[in-house]
């Protein structure tokens, strides 16, 4: 396995990123464009370095969550793609949005006409994307196809690119709401479609809509960001077969600082709150919570040390992890030990470890912080 000079490190396997990103594309076809989300720093794995293998196998996509994010790839260097801003823009990010070429979603008729503005002002084309609330009562226009339209006549410099909407329940198959959220969306698409307004691009689907297949929302656009990471959360009811054949590509490890034994009776960590039982090996683990492991963790998770599954021992930590290592006695100072990924035949992923801490997947790998060293191969 390979090894890197950090405390506590992920590697981040481009290949299957590559693999991921192609898997999407083949389920989806030819037909459907894939918009690649590599939103808070793409999950965890790096915004850049992800683009960059995205764009090698020909995305022309990407999708971040703010400005801030779409100027870090501009000038990192990615510009062969648009690069659609889904959190939209306030007032004061509207010059940065022009200058590196970024189209904004926008979630309201007011934005519409600020974009306009914009476009006047700086004497640019600025294509955009409406974002239409169709019931998930978070980001977009909930106004009426109607209002859409006037406002559309008055703001003819700005111009509509594609309609979209996100899902709130789409692995739920004992909830009505994909369907609900869907017949809303078509019925405005439709009644500006009946006005002459067509948007080149329609899209609605992240991972789970395309994972299960959710086709009726794929139009020629689907978001996808979990998937290229190896995700696809699980569903509730009675589900359609999983379409999706994806892995993860990360791999979280960390270095042992010491082992030594623990007699019968002894305390480890913070507030005392694990006693051995019997005599024990420990490890000490040079990451804790300032490096993404879940506090709620603490005698509760596992890690993997020397191909098996092994206990977090007592409270995690900021620096510092205390694992069982029992079981072997083949780990000392400076090996390394798996917390999340395989090793042999144990594997650990985000899906795993968010049961356990109580939370989501998505979450998992967003919590990996930037002290934690990315490691490409
Ligand atoms: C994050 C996000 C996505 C990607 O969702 P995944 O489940 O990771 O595929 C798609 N669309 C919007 C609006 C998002 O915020």
Redesign the pocket.
Known sequence: MVSAPFRSYVLVSREQIARNYRNVRSVVGPHVEVAC?V?ADA?GHGAIEVSRVLVAEGAKWL?V?SVDEGVNLRRGGIHQTRILV??GFLPYEGDALVDYDLTP?VHSLDQMRQLDRLADASGRAIRYHL?IDSGMGR?GTRASAGEILSTLAQTRRAQLEGL?T?FASATDYTSTQTDDQLAYFHSICEALRGAGVDADRLHTS???A?GYGRTEGWHTMV??????YGYV?PARGDAPAQLLDVKPALTWRAKLLAVKDLPEGALVGYGGTFRTLRPMRIGIVGAGYADGIFHRLSNRGKVIADGKLSAILGTISMDLTTVDLSHTAALGPGDEITLLGAEGDARLDAQQIARTAGTIS?NILCSISARVRRVYV
């Open positions: 989300v939103k999950y999708a969550s889904m959190g979603a974002k980001l979209m996100h992240s991972t789970n395309i978001r996808a960001g979990h998937a290229l959360s998505y």
